[in-house]
């Protein structure tokens, strides 16, 4: 299809026009960032297996009754969207203790929380994206009580979800972030998953040797994060399990 005017331009992702009213195309780069773009680099074939992996998890939600706005993919590296108003919070799911959270309480990375703890981040790079709380999301309006409920309810269906898609391929789901959108229909408000689901948003740990297969292979030079990233959609089924790793993957239509 003819590539339409840009929106918006992103880290990870270009969102430009959809073919119809109320529709976006995502276009999934091969960048990668961490510590706030601090660090940054071009990686062959990343665009494409984020694609193709958000697209998995976006269709399995969906398939559960979860609503995403996900309607279907175009290409290697593109995917048609509903278009949404988004809520301005990154709204983070962790079972295990890693990352930021182990810096700012003192628990030891990996170790297992007594129940998925939700967090929010205020959305806004220039700032870093900080930990808010649910008075400052309120007093800010930027979301309803409402909407509040609403959104936890979505993050804790979404990490029932993938908590058990990974744990059947052998992979622990040590935390996750996923964006939420408002859509209208007529006067009618609901919320919905946004963005994307990928291992860029995930963190990933082989449950028998800790390995890690997600986007802290790259903020911390663990490897190759293609071959990382291969191997998630290798286990999950969306690459063929006897290809070996590559650096542009060829991936299963």
């Given at each position: 299809?003819?590539?339409?005017?840009?929106?918006?331009?992103?880290?990870?992702?270009?969102?430009?026009?959809?073919?119809?009213?109320?529709?976006?195309?995502?276009?999934?780069?091969?960048?990668?960032?961490?510590?706030?773009?601090?660090?940054?680099?071009?990686i062959?074939?990343?665009?494409?297996?984020?694609?193709?992996?958000?697209?998995?998890?976006?269709?399995?939600?969906?398939?559960?009754?979860?609503?995403?706005?996900?309607?279907?993919?175009?290409?290697?590296?593109?995917?048609?969207?509903?278009?949404?108003?988004?809520?301005?919070?990154?709204?983070?799911?962790?079972?295990?203790?890693?990352?930021?959270?182990?810096?700012?309480?003192g628990?030891?990375?990996?170790?297992?929380?007594?129940?998925?703890?939700?967090?929010?981040?205020?959305?806004?790079?220039?700032?870093?994206?900080?930990?808010?709380?649910?008075?400052?999301?309120?007093?800010?309006?930027?979301?309803?009580?409402?909407?509040?409920?609403?959104?936890l309810?979505?993050?804790?269906?979404?990490?029932?979800?993938?908590?058990?898609?990974?744990?059947?391929?052998?992979?622990?789901?040590?935390?996750?972030?996923?964006?939420?959108?408002?859509v209208?229909?007529?006067?009618?408000?609901?919320?919905?998953?946004?963005?994307?689901?990928?291992?860029?948003?995930?963190?990933?740990?082989?449950?028998?040797?800790?390995?890690?297969?997600?986007?802290?292979?790259?903020r911390?030079?663990l490897?190759?994060?293609?071959?990382?990233?291969?191997?998630?959609?290798?286990?999950?089924?969306?690459?063929?399990?006897?290809?070996?790793?590559?650096?542009?993957?060829?991936?299963?239509?």
């Open positions: 299809m003819a590539r339409r005017k840009k929106i918006y331009e992103g880290k990870a992702k270009i969102l430009y026009e959809g073919p119809e009213p109320g529709t976006i195309v995502q276009y999934f780069k091969d960048d990668a960032t961490a510590f706030n773009a601090q660090k940054k680099e071009v062959d074939g990343k665009g494409v297996l984020n694609n193709r992996l958000s697209e998995f998890f976006m269709t399995g939600l969906a398939q559960i009754g979860v609503p995403t706005h996900f309607i279907k993919r175009l290409n290697m590296r593109e995917q048609l969207v509903r278009q949404v108003e988004i809520v301005p919070l990154e709204v983070i799911v962790r079972n295990y203790a890693a990352g930021t959270m182990s810096q700012r309480l628990i030891e990375e990996g170790t297992q929380l007594p129940r998925p703890i939700v967090e929010y981040c205020y959305k806004d790079d220039a700032l870093g994206d900080p930990l808010v709380t649910e008075e400052h999301i309120a007093a800010f309006g930027w979301a309803s009580q409402q909407d509040m409920d609403d959104i309810s979505l993050a804790l269906r979404v990490n029932d979800f993938l908590s058990g898609v990974m744990m059947a391929v052998g992979i622990r789901l040590v935390d996750f972030k996923i964006e939420v959108g408002r209208y229909d007529g006067d009618f408000m609901r919320l919905i998953v946004a963005d994307e689901i990928s291992p860029d948003s995930c963190r990933l740990w082989d449950i028998e040797t800790g390995q890690k297969l997600d986007k802290d292979v790259f911390r030079d490897g190759n994060l293609t071959d990382a990233y291969t191997e998630v959609a290798r286990r999950l089924g969306v690459m063929p399990k006897t290809s070996s790793p590559i650096t542009k993957p060829t991936l299963i239509n």
